[in-house]
């Protein structure tokens, strides 16, 4: 191996003496300018001189900042669509946690998701701890193999500590259950629960805004956004419902019963059932419409003052009236209202706009 120096400029030798895989190069003069070529081509830097560890590391710092900020350095890993899915179902099941958000009317502050792969049929699962994935997992996985006669082989998650943990592993073990995991901070590689669930959150603020209904009720909101998905023709599965495809491969199950789709928020009339109803009192009872029970064949309403639950098919909807009390459209005022009519293309001399405004220190009533 030879030193070459040509005006004081650094010289790059390469040398193949250690192993032809390897390259190695010496640094002379002092004056490393050439860090860059060697990080980049993947040099091992050997240093002769001890003065010059100060300035090789100030040079490395100062690389390393560039390659960084520079956009034509460093490149993230591109994630092409996949159209590879499974043939069967409960081959492969995407999953993924959401939360904590505010209690709901059952004190839920989670949920997980799992979606097949073939069919991209979604369940919603909700808790209150986040340490209960585990315990929702095994409910899950029995339900599979009572109802469908079928195992779950892989799991794809995250590397969140409800996923990746002793208990949740031997779990997984004990049934032979390969789990799949994806790079730290790489979500890409979930794409199908994630964008699942984006999907979910955003019908379900619109479903709350519609109807101005409160937060609380987040989880009813969202296990209807999933029931109503689970219907809808997607272009995944070439214009077919998940539901659909799923009964393609299996007979006819009470959970994957459809009813007719209701407006969820609006003002409902459940018939009174009570025996001890008197002659002159109310036959109906005026509750608040919040989806649809997957072990019942009837419509889920809700009664707030008495915090009571109805399901029954005797319901009557009057689906253009919200339960309650709030401003039509979010935030906008009278006039902002009336110039959106006014621009429209079509004759809006029927049009009437209504907007009542709910003062913070005033309690709300209901309209009975």
């Avoid at 585990?134 to 892989?154: A, T, Y």
Wanted: glycine share 4%; hydrophobic share 40%.
């Amino acid at each position: 191996m030879q030193n070459l120096q040509r005006g004081g400029q650094l010289e790059l030798l390469k040398s193949r003496v250690i192993t032809p895989i390897r390259k190695n190069c010496l640094l002379v003069n002092r004056q490393p300018q050439k860090l860059g070529q060697l990080l980049k081509f993947g040099f091992i830097i050997n240093v002769l001189d001890i003065h010059c560890l100060g300035y090789l590391r100030q040079c490395f710092h100062v690389y390393l900042q560039k390659s960084l900020s520079s956009p034509l350095s460093h490149h993230l890993a591109t994630f092409s669509p996949s159209n590879n899915k499974s043939l069967e179902p409960f081959v492969l099941i995407h999953s993924n946690m959401w939360g904590p958000t505010s209690n709901s009317i059952s004190g839920a502050k989670w949920f997980v998701s799992f979606i097949d792969d073939c069919t991209r049929v979604t369940w919603i699962l909700f808790m209150k701890h986040k340490y209960e994935v585990c315990q929702i997992f095994v409910d899950f996985f029995r339900l599979v193999k009572n109802q469908f006669n079928k195992s779950i082989k892989r799991l794809r998650s995250d590397n969140g500590t409800e996923f990746v943990n002793l208990k949740f592993s031997k779990l997984l073990k004990d049934n032979g259950v390969v789990h799949e995991l994806t790079c730290v901070n790489t979500p890409q590689q979930n794409g199908v629960v994630e964008r699942k669930n984006c999907h979910l959150l955003e019908v379900a603020r619109a479903l709350l805004f519609q109807m101005s209904i409160p937060n609380v009720y987040w989880r009813e909101v969202v296990l209807t956004v999933a029931y109503l998905i689970n219907r809808l023709p997607t272009r995944v599965l070439n214009g077919i419902s998940p539901i659909k495809h799923m009964l393609s491969f299996f007979p006819p199950s009470p959970l994957m019963l459809s009813l007719p789709s209701r407006v969820f928020g609006c003002a409902t009339f459940v018939h009174s059932h009570n025996p001890h109803r008197g002659k002159l009192d109310p036959k109906a009872v005026k509750c608040v419409f919040i989806g649809y029970p997957s072990n019942k064949k009837g419509f889920k309403c809700y009664h707030p003052p008495s915090r009571r639950f109805f399901v029954s098919m005797d319901v009557t909807f009057h689906e253009t009236q919200s339960f309650f009390v709030g401003p039509p459209l979010q935030g906008e005022s009278y006039l902002e209202v009336e110039s959106v009519i006014e621009s429209l293309p079509f004759p809006t001399q029927d049009v009437q706009v209504q907007v009542q405004e709910v003062m913070p220190t005033q309690d709300v009533q209901i309209q009975e």
